[in-house]
């Protein structure tokens, strides 16, 4: 297999994607569950919810890829997910963390705090919950970003280094952070902000693609990045028919289902460098 650009590698990401179904656990949060689960099925992985703190960890060691999601949760969750995210990384499972709204609250940001140190494999979140994560900042408004992407890339390259996991900052435009490489994405539309569970949902996508190529020639950073792109993909061909927010939904779930690799590359522009750096 050729990988020699980040084009060729986000395209053959995606062709694993579809073409090994992975088996994706999701503890999430309860305001996402379903349209998580239809863009899991709409990108051809398979999902599954199991968040019972003895079911979890079980379940977590054999999906393909597990998704760490903090963004409403109880007491069980809190128990659970760091049971399962330690079940993963023992038996060689990637796995995401979305660190939903941490920063100033008093139990998911201990809490994230708790799973960071479980070696993610991604950490996929937008520009304020990466500073508050990276002990850079308080977080944002709720799930909403006060921060510029291009403001705490220094916070997420740092996290990076210190955690071992590739760092995804969703804003404005995408930038995917890794130990040797910075990678700037451009695509999508400003509708996904307004339709619930695109970011959340793009979490289990990460860690759909990172368990489609696990144990092949390509890396976390090209499997992150191709999720990222094709939920941005999807967003622009979804904004060429859509009216409102309501038939932008149905339309992107479409355009995630019908979307072949090829065609991703095309909507996407790429801008890469060698090593993380402060500015893109």
């Known amino acids: 297999m050729t990988t020699r650009t980040p084009g060729i590698r986000l395209q053959h990401s995606l062709e694993a994607l579809r073409e090994r179904n992975p088996l994706v656990h999701c503890l999430t949060n309860t ?33 393909d890829g597990l998704l760490i999601n903090t963004g409403t949760v109880a007491p069980s969750q809190v128990t659970a997910m760091p049971a399962a995210a330690r079940a993963a990384r023992d038996a060689g499972r990637p ?23 479980l070696e993610p494999t991604a950490i996929r979140a937008n520009a304020s919950e990466i500073a508050a994560l990276a002990g850079a900042g308080v977080g944002g408004r709720g799930v909403d970003s006060l921060d510029s992407v291009d ?8 996290l990076a280094r210190r955690s071992g996991a590739v760092v995804a900052v969703s804003g404005e435009r995408d930038v995917i952070v890794s130990a040797d490489r910075t990678t700037v994405l451009t695509s999508g539309d400003a509708m996904l902000t307004r339709v619930i569970g695109t970011g959340c949902s793009l979490g289990a996508t990460c860690a759909a693609v990172l368990g489609a190529t ?43 289902d019908t979307l072949v690799p090829e065609a991703v590359l095309a909507l996407v522009r790429l801008e890469e460098t060698s090593a993380p750096t402060d500015a893109a």
Do not use: C, K, N, Y
Not at 151 to 158: E, F, S, T
């Open 214 to 256: 696990r144990g092949s020639t390509l890396t976390p950073h090209d499997a992150v990045l191709a999720a990222h792109a094709l939920h941005g993909a999807a967003g622009t061909i979804a904004a060429r028919t859509a009216p409102g927010v309501g038939s932008f939904a149905v339309a992107w779930l479409d355009a995630l």
């Open 31 to 63: 305001v996402v569950q379903q349209i998580t689960a239809d863009v899991l099925l709409a990108v051809r992985a398979a999902p599954a919810m199991v968040d019972h703190p003895q079911e979890a960890p079980v379940f977590a060691a054999v999906a």
């Open 151 to 158: 403001a705490v890339l220094g916070a997420a390259r740092d």
């Open 95 to 117: 796995w995401v963390l979305d660190p939903v709204a941490v920063g100033s609250l008093p139990v998911r940001t201990p809490l994230a705090q708790e799973l960071l140190a």
